[in-house]
């Protein structure tokens, strides 16, 4: 168990739908980065966050966004989805805001559109 | 644009050696990672390498070489269970990339 929960673990909608990953970082840990990880392909980085504040982006659509609140919890919302949204999609905390940091992931919210 | 390239695939016998390769085009990485994920879960840490040379932990070390952009993870005393998806990853300040895994196959 890393401590990074996500919420839900798995959620089925439909195209053109809106949708909100949620996840907890570990505790002490300030960054939190955003993954999609599409069936049997590699981690696409999407954005990180740093102690409330976006600090890094990848390759996250602009139908994506994401937000870290003051108790450093954090929500990646998808909006107008596509069936090439389906994916995993992974939080990882760490301790600082330096991308050269071991990571810590949770879980994964495990997303299918339909 | 930068990335950081590893095989697609290898295959290993039960209780030999394997050797991953990872090589990248770009400096400035501060610490080049490596993670292992199981199918279906998430990655989970591995080894880092700063400074050149190796770093041993266990049954898996891991090698780094920064003017040549090369790293490699190095699995010792194979077990099934270390049949998994091998993730390189570098690190700065200001980017993040990862390699796409290398998938590792152990057959008895």
Redesign the interface.
Known sequence: D?GVTQTPKHLITATGQRVTLRCSPRSGDLSV?WYQQSLD?????LI?YYNGEER?K?NILERFSAQQFPDLHSELNLSSLELGDSA?Y?C?SSVAS???????????TRLTVL | GQNIDQPTEMTATEGAIVQINCTYQTSGFNGLFWYQQHAGEAPTFLSYNVLDGLEEKGRFSSFLSRSKGYSYLLLKELQMKDSASYLCEGGSNYQLIWGAGTKLIIKP
């Open positions: 890393s980065y392909q590699g981690l696409q980085f990180q890094a990848g995993l992974f990882a330096n991308l050269a940091d071991t990571q810590y992931f949770g879980p994964g």
